[in-house]
């Protein structure tokens, strides 16, 4: 299983993220941080649309 950081990095540069809307919001409105653990296309542990892997490999490359 991937680690906060991991996931929070995968988040940030994932095209498919999408805020769950149940995260902790800032004073302005934004998701306080990205992750893969408050996307709404993180369920049971996967991801729905199948990005996970390949947003990894891409920032290994980076």
Do not use: I, W
């Amino acid at each position: 299983m991937a680690n906060d950081q991991e996931m929070r990095h995968v988040g940030s540069a994932c095209p498919g993220y999408e805020p769950d809307d149940f995260g902790f919001q800032s004073s302005t409105g934004e998701a306080y941080y990205k992750s893969c653990t408050n996307c709404r296309n993180l369920r049971n542990g996967k991801c729905v649309k199948n990005l996970y892997d390949s947003v990894l490999a891409s920032l290994d490359q980076s």
